[in-house]
T-cell receptor, first 112, second 113 residues
Framework: KQEVTQIPAALSVPEGENLVLNCSFTDSAIYNLQWFRQDPGKGLTSLLLIQSSQREQTSGRLNASLDKSSGRSTLYIAASQPGDSATYLCAVPQTGANNLFFGTGTRLTVIP | DTAVSQTPKYLVTQMGNDKSIKCEQNLGHDTMYWYKQDSKKFLKIMFSYNNKELIINETVPNRFSPKSPDKAHLNLHINSLELGDSAVYFC????????????FGQGTRLTVV
């Protein structure tokens, strides 16, 4: 059964720093991996979808990488801003189905 | 325009009551889902519907029943609510193609008292 882990569980950085969030998964037979952002009391906002055939995907200050063979993905945030403060979740599709397995999330705080 | 919308946003009810949460998507997706986020913020799939057919049910109690009148709507009915049902419930949608992005609603915070 797929298990998705995110480390660290929480992270505080000063504004302007570059940072990396980590996601690992146990079953490498995935079609894609999706990164989400969740603000307190809000829904999930899709940030990036990286296909299994891709190694990287970029959107603005965000860059996601995927290494299927090692079961890892990273989300790189450049020049962090206070508005980046949120919980970041990674998710992979269940094998043979469409629903997602979610990681436990990383709660990011960017200090002004 | 909201892509996936669910109502209500907050729902407070007493134990034993029956309640429904509605969800609509305007993305033209053919698959819709309900996820539950527990007090530890862990998200877990409850149901998914594709073309009005239930294709996944992750050991959810039969007090929970999804109902899809058409492919743009997937409502969640909960009978005989229990304290442990308190959680945030998220609706989502995607295409059946496994390489497509999933989009989520803003969540419904259910509190059973």
């Amino acid at each position: 059964k797929q298990e998705v882990t995110q480390i660290p569980a929480a992270l505080s950085v000063p504004e302007g720093e570059n940072l990396v969030l980590n996601c690992s998964f146990t079953d490498s037979a995935i079609y894609n991996l999706q990164w989400f952002r969740q603000d307190p009391g809000k829904g999930l906002t899709s940030l990036l979808l990286i296909q299994s055939s891709q190694r990287e995907q970029t959107s603005g200050r965000l860059n996601a990488s995927l290494d299927k063979s090692s079961g890892r993905s990273t989300l790189y945030i450049a020049a962090s801003q206070p508005g980046d403060s949120a919980t970041y979740l990674c998710a992979v599709p269940q094998t043979g189905a469409n629903n997602l397995f979610f990681g436990t999330g990383t709660r990011l705080t960017v200090i002004p | 325009d909201t892509a996936v919308s669910q109502t209500p946003k907050y729902l407070v009810t007493q134990m034993g009551n029956d309640k429904s949460i509605k969800c609509e998507q305007n993305l033209g997706h053919d698959t819709m889902y309900w996820y539950k986020q527990d007090s530890k913020k862990f998200l877990k799939i409850m149901f998914s519907y594709n073309n009005k057919e239930l294709i996944i049910n992750e050991t959810v109690p039969n007090r929970f029943s999804p109902k899809s009148p058409d492919k743009a709507h997937l409502n969640l009915h909960i009978n005989s609510l229990e304290l442990g049902d308190s959680a945030v419930y998220f609706c989502a949608s995607s295409d059946r193609d496994q390489n497509t992005e999933a989009f989520f609603g803003q969540g419904t915070r259910l509190t059973v008292v």
